[in-house]
């Protein structure tokens, strides 16, 4: 079945230091990839998302590249900030004739900014 | 309404008892999306409702789990005789079921069964 793979954490980074949060897939079909959100005692939400190979999705500062060839989707960001800390979700979506499948999510990576 | 919202927000219940969670999806939104997210499973999706058709029910986790959509809109989740295992929060969330399409998230129902 498919499959999302990311590091667990919690990942402990200082103020403005560089981020990379791995997420590796895999799909029987051509997923869309998708990077969600959820901060402290909030609900989730879409932080950006890519449809084909080599889509850069980007917002707030994240990015994350669609890989085809090493199915994988890592999160970077170059700076992170105190209000970074939340826990970051990987997903991926298949379409079929009916419409767009539920998301497949990764486990999370709790993320821990100090200052 | 701007976004999905969820109602109740908190719901506690005994062994045994009934529950009803509702979701009242994006206006104008065609799918409709149920997941569950506790601490030993992570997020696991349930059902997804493409108008009133739910092409998917394979997430649904016993037939003790039911969901209808009625009206293309508003989505009930009903659990029957609710176990303990079932406690955690149930999030739905809606899209434009288009390939490629995001899903924008509701806040939840923490739901405790005692």
């Given at each position: 079945g498919d499959s999302v793979t990311q590091m667990e954490?919690?990942?402990t980074l200082s103020e403005e230091a560089f981020l990379?949060?791995?997420?590796?897939y895999?799909?029987?079909?051509?997923?869309?990839?998708?990077?969600?959100?959820q901060y402290p005692g909030e609900g989730l939400q879409l932080l950006l998302k890519a449809t084909k190979a080599d889509d850069k999705g980007s917002n707030k500062g994240f990015e994350a590249t669609y890989r085809k060839e090493t199915t994988s989707f890592h999160l970077e960001k170059g700076s992170v900030q105190v209000s970074d800390s939340a826990v970051y979700f990987c997903a991926l979506s298949l379409y079929s004739g009916g419409g767009a499948d539920g998301l497949t999510f990764g486990k999370g990576t709790h993320l821990i900014i100090q200052p | 309404g701007a976004g999905v919202s969820q109602s109740p927000s908190n719901k506690v219940t005994e062994k045994g008892k009934d529950v009803e969670l509702r979701c009242d999806p994006i206006s104008g939104h065609t799918a409709l999306y149920w997941y569950r997210q506790s601490l030993g499973q992570g997020l696991e999706f349930l059902i997804y409702f493409q108008g009133n058709s739910a092409p998917d029910k394979s997430g649904l986790p016993s037939d003790r789990f039911s969901a209808e959509r009625t009206g293309g809109s508003v989505s009930t989740l009903t659990i029957q005789r609710t176990q303990q295992e079932d406690s955690a929060v149930y999030l739905c969330a809606s899209s434009w079921g288009l390939a490629g399409g995001a899903q924008y998230f509701g806040p939840g129902t923490r739901l405790l069964v005692l």
């Amino acid at each position: 079945g498919d499959s999302v793979t990311q590091m667990e954490g919690p990942v402990t980074l200082s103020e403005e230091a560089f981020l990379t949060i791995n997420c590796t897939y895999t799909a029987t079909g051509y997923p869309s990839l998708f990077w969600y959100v959820q901060y402290p005692g909030e609900g989730l939400q879409l932080l950006l998302k890519a449809t084909k190979a080599d889509d850069k999705g980007s917002n707030k500062g994240f990015e994350a590249t669609y890989r085809k060839e090493t199915t994988s989707f890592h999160l970077e960001k170059g700076s992170v900030q105190v209000s970074d800390s939340a826990v970051y979700f990987c997903a991926l979506s298949l379409y079929s004739g009916g419409g767009a499948d539920g998301l497949t999510f990764g486990k999370g990576t709790h993320l821990i900014i100090q200052p | 309404g701007a976004g999905v919202s969820q109602s109740p927000s908190n719901k506690v219940t005994e062994k045994g008892k009934d529950v009803e969670l509702r979701c009242d999806p994006i206006s104008g939104h065609t799918a409709l999306y149920w997941y569950r997210q506790s601490l030993g499973q992570g997020l696991e999706f349930l059902i997804y409702f493409q108008g009133n058709s739910a092409p998917d029910k394979s997430g649904l986790p016993s037939d003790r789990f039911s969901a209808e959509r009625t009206g293309g809109s508003v989505s009930t989740l009903t659990i029957q005789r609710t176990q303990q295992e079932d406690s955690a929060v149930y999030l739905c969330a809606s899209s434009w079921g288009l390939a490629g399409g995001a899903q924008y998230f509701g806040p939840g129902t923490r739901l405790l069964v005692l």
